[in-house]
């Protein structure tokens, strides 16, 4: 295992330790300010993923020693040792200027990665694009040790669902509620359900009344495809600044056409979708919530349970279905899942379906309480 440096401090700490560093893995690091004194300490079995001022160590590391290259001509780092937020994702936008998305980070390497081709066949884009998602994965994990895993909670369904639709608000008191009573919430991070996940933690601890008035400015740009829906977010966030609690988003460059809602207090943005998807999946063991969708939502459900009839982390978690007649008529899935358990094809499923955010709230709770 090594020990890894993705911090300025954490660096400056390391190297009151002088003498012989072993086996450290250092992520994106400016040597340059410490160059005298990095350059009396001598490396063995250490990574050093980019960075600056590497080159200057060289001659005191041991044939174990690893180099990755900086790739500067990237709009992007592949060694980023931190999740996103939406100041690092969206900056260069200026509030008032929806145009100036052009010029953010997130419009730049998702122009990048369409130039380079969603299924870049060249090395150096092709293994950029791995250990950038291998970053964000380590980023994800450091963020997750703080949380108990039951505490977990996913939310998927469609981007598609409108601001000013009654789920759409479901999603959001949902989201609150669960944040309040001590739950993670994560989704795929976009638009849609996904985004009224994200308001709904930010907005929690606040009355029902700014949930409304929330909705209330968002509802001028219903969709992600309104020129003001990044804009009325920001407008929201600068309403009800400094949210008491947190939340993680986890979109994809995949569907970059889709922006990556800004609510979402910690974001691990991917490349590579396959990864993105089960990372979702997988890191929800408090239960995932299923509110309406289509194509993607029913990979999701599938999915996850495959998990759970498999017991593939030692245990199943609950699939709750919100919108019984959606789930049970226009799309009917949960008919299907009932039928496939009683056939004894699927086992271990903790299957429940409501309209109700109470019923969804007491079941992830009994569920972190170790009732079933």
Same mark, same amino acid.
């Given at each position: ?10 660096? $400056?700490?390391?190297?009151?330790? $002088? ?13 340059? +300010? ?30 174990? #020693? ?19 937020? =939406? ?32 299924? @870049?066949?060249? *090395? ?10 291998? &970053? ?37 008191? *949902? ?7 001590? #739950? ?16 709904? @933690? %930010? !907005? ?24 003001? %829906? ?22 994809? %460059? ?7 809602? +800004? ?27 299923? &509110?309406?969708? &289509? ?10 349970? *495959? ?9 199943? =978690? ?32 903790? !299957?429940?379906?409501?309209? &109700? ?16």
């Amino acid at each position: 295992m090594y020990k890894e440096i993705n911090t300025a401090e954490g660096l $400056k700490e390391l190297f009151r330790e $002088k003498g012989t560093l072993r086996g450290y893995a250092f992520q994106d690091m400016d040597f340059r +300010p410490y160059a005298d004194i990095a350059s009396e300490c001598w490396y063995k079995d250490c990574i050093f993923l980019g960075g600056e001022g590497v080159t200057i160590l060289r001659h005191r590391m041991d044939s174990k #020693c690893m180099v990755f290259p900086s790739f500067k001509d990237m709009p992007f780092s592949p060694f980023t040792g931190h999740l996103y937020t =939406s100041d690092t994702l969206y900056d260069g936008y200026v509030p008032g200027e929806p145009a100036s998305y052009a010029a953010t980070y997130d419009c730049k390497v998702y122009r990048h990665y369409l130039d380079a081709g969603k299924q @870049a066949t060249g *090395v150096k884009e092709t293994l950029a694009r791995i250990l950038h998602d291998r &970053s964000m994965n380590d980023a994800m994990n450091d963020f997750l040790n703080g949380f108990d895993e039951r505490s977990v909670v996913g939310i998927m369904g469609g981007h598609g669902l409108s601001r000013n639709d009654g789920c759409y608000r479901k999603v959001v008191l *949902v989201s609150k509620a669960l944040t309040e009573g001590g #739950c993670l919430m994560v989704s795929g991070g976009g638009p849609g359900a996904m985004e009224a996940t994200h308001l709904g @933690a %930010w !907005l929690a601890g606040r009355d029902e009344k700014d949930v409304d008035e929330a909705l209330e400015m968002l509802s001028c740009a219903p969709s992600y495809k309104d020129e003001l %829906w990044l804009e009325t977010a920001f407008r929201v966030m600068k309403r009800f600044p400094c949210p008491k609690y947190v939340s993680l988003g986890i979109p994809t %460059w995949l569907y970059g056409h889709e922006p990556a809602t +800004p609510f979402a207090t910690h974001i691990a943005k991917y490349f590579d979708n396959s990864t993105r998807e089960d990372n979702i999946i997988t890191i929800a063991k408090g239960g995932i919530i299923y &509110s309406p969708g &289509s194509a993607g939502t029913m990979q999701e459900i599938f999915q996850d349970a *495959v998990q759970n009839h498999y017991l593939s982390f030692g245990y199943a =978690s609950p699939m709750i279905f919100l919108d019984k007649e959606f789930w049970t008529e226009s799309m009917p899935v949960y008919r299907l899942m009932e039928h496939l358990i009683e056939k004894g094809k699927y086992n271990n499923l903790l !299957l429940s379906i409501t309209d &109700s955010i109470s019923d969804i709230v007491t079941t992830i709770n009994d569920f972190r309480n170790n009732r079933y």
